[in-house]
């Protein structure tokens, strides 16, 4: 039978990119997405599953802004995201399209406050300038 996450993850895959984090290179994502990196100690902390669930109702907002989330509940893998950002149990982490981290919260986020501190990016300002002006 499948973990929560599991089912969570399956349902989220078809709106989103959802990527365990073990063999990610964050430098693939440049200028092209904005990584959200989501850590735990377990796939059954329960900040882990309620992040999940939070990010499944409102996928499409994510779609827009580019968000690519990644994984990792697993710290005994030692994954490149893990020792790049080093979190501490629960850890949400959201990269901009430049690689810079641009937040991290010790809880989970809604896509509402996701998308609005997303929308207060100065790459963000401009893309949402270029699209009017078309």
């Given at each position: ?33 904005r990584p ?7 796939p059954l ?90």
């Amino acid at each position: 039978m499948p973990t929560p996450q599991r089912l969570v993850l399956t349902f989220l895959a078809a709106a989103l990119i959802i990527t365990p984090a073990t063999a990610q290179e964050l430098s693939e994502y440049l200028w092209k997405n904005r990584p959200l990196v989501i850590f735990a100690d377990t796939p059954l902390d329960p900040h882990f599953i309620r992040q999940m669930e939070l990010l499944s109702q409102d996928t499409e907002e994510l779609e827009e802004r580019d968000v690519v989330i990644l994984t990792d509940s697993d710290p005994a893998a030692n994954s490149a995201l893990r020792e790049t950002l080093r979190p501490r149990g629960f850890m949400l982490a959201l990269l901009g399209k430049d690689g810079k981290v641009k937040l991290r919260k010790p809880r989970p986020w809604t896509v509402r406050e996701l998308s609005r501190a997303i929308d207060k990016f100065p790459l963000r300002i401009d893309e949402l300038r270029q699209k009017r002006e078309r």
